[in-house]
């Protein structure tokens, strides 16, 4: 089960540059820590966004120092997040332990592991690694209140307040009201004891909802009030009325996103819905999963990211249906997850030859064509290591024995396999698309050596990018310094022209990431005699 996990987790954690999106952005606050940014204000790129509280960016920025002589701090980030992931995956055993017995425990890690929504994710530097372990502790600190009710009181509020301190409000919201209904939903919580575990619950969350707030009011009320009513209440919708709600949102991509974990955790619900609705491994990890489910329907901008909370309960849930599923059903699963992954396995080893060596030689120029620039090498290692995943597996598969767990440790394996060969066969390939160091090193002799550069339309990540790899900070175009620079970034896609503000302009440099023609950049000067009167006024 170890090897599994390990397997699983270390692959892709470091060995590739910071990737578009959430990664960036959070190297980004990473960066802006290490280079003497106040500890309580999240800052990117020499500017206050306090988009969610600092705590994964702390952590990371501590890996990185320690271990600054080794690998380069987007890699110690990545570590960080890993580190958080392993957290969860322990929590989710030992909760799996407590509500189902001990053959539980590695199921719940089983199904987690083996969540297709989970497994890029769990690779990057990201908050929403810190969350998932907050998630884990609560419900690990809740389960266990019912035998000791403080130990499992003061775990539980420090994984809601590890939760509020990663990504905010909605998340520890959610986890309260579940600590808050468990007595209605459930007998075994409706105990003295439990009063008792609910107060330690309050003392322990109470120190994370007050400490960081209260010094982030005194450095910096104003960046308090920003993060309150943009980032906290303003993820609500019936506060953000322009927003897209999320009502159905998430119900969409919840069947892939969550496979195979929703399909078993709907037959144990099923199993229990005359007489066990109320038992403890079914009322905890149903009512953490609609209650936050229920607030997430109702927050504004959904993305796929903010659910990753929801596998956890559907992972224990399943956990405690696997050894209740039906035969069929159970060898459905087991050879569905053998032709899925054969069928991977075959893909991945004819695409790896197309990319490094050229064969088969129609397949090999139309990938060549999709990631032009990537400098095709046969590399040893990272060969070894595929076949080591891949021989790996066919010997799991050989060796495993017919039981109620085969068909979990089938899945679990063969995503497991299918992020080893991702990891080593096209982690270089992957890695020039989704970089932007290629693009910044391109952009860089273009760039002035003396005064501001104006950004438009710039994402928060490249933004991070630039301050990241080489120390330039742009001045968004919404502040009022950035009338005053004579150069300007623009960020864009191929079907509209840049719209540029007024004055005389031309273009010095385009670019984008290589692949990726749809999202494109330019870098504009303005004529020095208008630069000039902008300046004086």
């Given at each position: 089960?170890?090897?599994?996990?390990?397997?699983?987790?270390?692959?892709?954690?470091?060995?590739?540059?910071?990737?578009?999106?959430?990664?960036?952005?959070?190297?980004?606050?990473?960066?802006?820590?290490?280079?003497?940014?106040?500890?309580?204000?999240?800052?990117?790129?020499?500017?206050?966004?306090?988009?969610?509280?600092?705590?994964?960016?702390?952590?990371?920025?501590?890996?990185?120092?320690?271990?600054?002589?080794?690998?380069?701090?987007?890699?110690?980030?990545?570590?960080?997040?890993?580190?958080?992931?392993?957290?969860?995956?322990?929590?989710?055993?030992?909760?799996?332990?407590?509500?189902?017995?001990?053959?539980?425990?590695?199921?719940?890690?089983?199904?987690?592991?083996?969540?297709?929504?989970?497994?890029?994710?769990?690779?990057?530097?990201?908050?929403?690694?810190?969350?998932?372990?907050?998630?884990?502790?609560?419900?690990?600190?809740?389960?266990?209140?019912?035998?000791?009710?403080?130990?499992?009181?003061?775990?539980?509020?420090?994984?809601?307040?590890?939760?509020?301190?990663?990504?905010?409000?909605?998340?520890?919201?959610?986890?309260?009201?579940?600590?808050?209904?468990?007595?209605?939903?459930?007998?075994?919580?409706?105990?003295?004891?439990?009063?008792?575990?609910?107060?330690?619950?309050?003392?322990?969350a109470a120190p994370w909802f007050i400490i960081w707030p209260l010094t982030l009011y005194q450095q910096a009320p104003a960046v308090l009030a920003e993060w309150w009513h943009g980032y906290a209440m303003g993820r609500f919708a019936v506060f953000t009325p322009q927003g897209t709600l999320g009502t159905t949102y998430y119900l969409t991509f919840l069947p892939w996103f969550s496979w195979p974990a929703w399909p078993l955790a709907l037959?144990?619900?099923?199993?229990?819905?005359?007489?066990?609705?109320?038992?403890?491994?079914?009322?905890?990890?149903?009512?953490?999963?609609?209650?936050?489910?229920?607030?997430?329907?109702?927050?504004?901008?959904?993305?796929?990211?903010?659910?990753?909370?929801?596998?956890?309960?559907?992972?224990?849930?399943?956990?405690?249906?696997?050894?209740?599923?039906?035969?069929?059903?159970?060898?459905?699963?087991?050879?569905?997850?053998?032709?899925?992954?054969?069928?991977?396995?075959?893909?991945?080893?004819?695409?790896?030859?197309?990319?490094?060596?050229?064969?088969?030689?129609?397949?090999?120029?139309?990938?060549?064509?999709?990631?032009?620039?990537?400098?095709?090498?046969?590399?040893?290692?990272?060969?070894?290591?595929?076949?080591?995943?891949?021989?790996?597996?066919?010997?799991?598969?050989?060796?495993?024995?017919?039981?109620?767990?085969?068909?979990?440790?089938?899945?679990?394996?063969?995503?497991?396999?299918?992020?080893?060969?991702?990891?080593?066969?096209?982690?270089?390939?992957?890695?020039?698309?989704?970089?932007?160091?290629?693009?910044?090193?391109?952009?860089?002799?273009?760039?002035?050596?003396?005064?501001?550069?104006?950004?438009?339309?710039?994402?928060?990540?490249?933004?991070?990018?630039?301050?990241?790899?080489?120390?330039?900070?742009?001045?968004?175009?919404?502040?009022?310094?950035?009338?005053?620079?004579?150069?300007?970034?623009?960020?864009?896609?191929?079907?509209?022209?840049?719209?540029?503000?007024?004055?005389?302009?031309?273009?010095?440099?385009?670019?984008?990431?290589?692949?990726?023609?749809?999202?494109?950049?330019?870098?504009?000067?303005?004529?020095?005699?208008?630069?000039?009167?902008?300046?004086?006024?």
């Amino acid at each position: 089960m170890l090897v599994l996990v390990f397997a699983w987790l270390l692959p892709g954690l470091v060995g590739h540059d910071p990737w578009k999106g959430d990664e960036s952005r959070s190297i980004g606050f990473v960066h802006s820590l290490l280079s003497g940014a106040p500890d309580a204000i999240p800052t990117l790129a020499g500017t206050a966004m306090p988009l969610n509280p600092p705590l994964f960016s702390w952590v990371a920025s501590g890996f990185a120092q320690a271990l600054s002589g080794w690998l380069p701090v987007h890699d110690a980030a990545r570590l960080a997040g890993g580190f958080f992931i392993f957290l969860t995956l322990v929590f989710v055993g030992l909760t799996g332990r407590l509500l189902y017995g001990s053959e539980h425990g590695r199921l719940a890690v089983l199904v987690l592991i083996g969540s297709v929504g989970l497994l890029v994710r769990a690779h990057e530097a990201i908050p929403q690694s810190a969350l998932l372990a907050g998630f884990a502790l609560a419900g690990y600190g809740l389960a266990l209140g019912l035998r000791h009710p403080y130990i499992g009181g003061a775990l539980a509020g420090t994984g809601i307040g590890v939760a509020f301190m990663s990504i905010g409000l909605v998340e520890a919201l959610a986890l309260l009201i579940t600590a808050l209904l468990l007595p209605v939903a459930s007998p075994a919580w409706r105990t003295r004891t439990y009063l008792k575990s609910a107060a330690l619950l309050v003392l322990a969350a109470a120190p994370w909802f007050i400490i960081w707030p209260l010094t982030l009011y005194q450095q910096a009320p104003a960046v308090l009030a920003e993060w309150w009513h943009g980032y906290a209440m303003g993820r609500f919708a019936v506060f953000t009325p322009q927003g897209t709600l999320g009502t159905t949102y998430y119900l969409t991509f919840l069947p892939w996103f969550s496979w195979p974990a929703w399909p078993l955790a709907l037959w144990a619900v099923w199993k229990a819905r005359r007489h066990d609705l109320g038992a403890p491994g079914i009322s905890l990890p149903l009512l953490m999963f609609v209650s936050f489910l229920t607030l997430l329907s109702f927050t504004s901008y959904p993305r796929e990211v903010n659910a990753l909370p929801l596998l956890l309960p559907l992972a224990w849930l399943a956990a405690g249906s696997t050894y209740t599923l039906r035969r069929g059903a159970a060898n459905a699963l087991y050879w569905f997850a053998m032709m899925t992954f054969l069928v991977i396995v075959a893909a991945a080893w004819v695409y790896w030859s197309a990319f490094d060596l050229g064969f088969p030689a129609r397949l090999s120029a139309h990938v060549h064509k999709v990631q032009p620039g990537y400098a095709a090498a046969f590399r040893p290692f990272m060969v070894v290591i595929a076949l080591a995943y891949t021989l790996g597996w066919l010997a799991l598969l050989v060796l495993l024995k017919r039981s109620p767990q085969r068909p979990l440790i089938a899945w679990a394996a063969g995503i497991t396999l299918a992020w080893g060969l991702a990891a080593s066969l096209f982690m270089q390939p992957v890695n020039a698309r989704m970089s932007y160091r290629a693009m910044i090193a391109d952009l860089e002799p273009a760039l002035p050596q003396q005064g501001c550069i104006a950004s438009q339309e710039v994402s928060e990540a490249v933004r991070a990018m630039l301050d990241y790899y080489i120390d330039v900070r742009t001045v968004p175009s919404g502040e009022k310094n950035a009338g005053r620079c004579r150069t300007l970034l623009i960020q864009g896609d191929e079907n509209r022209s840049p719209n540029l503000p007024q004055g005389q302009w031309h273009e010095i440099w385009q670019g984008h990431r290589p692949g990726n023609r749809s999202e494109r950049f330019y870098l504009f000067q303005r004529d020095a005699v208008v630069a000039h009167a902008n300046a004086a006024r």
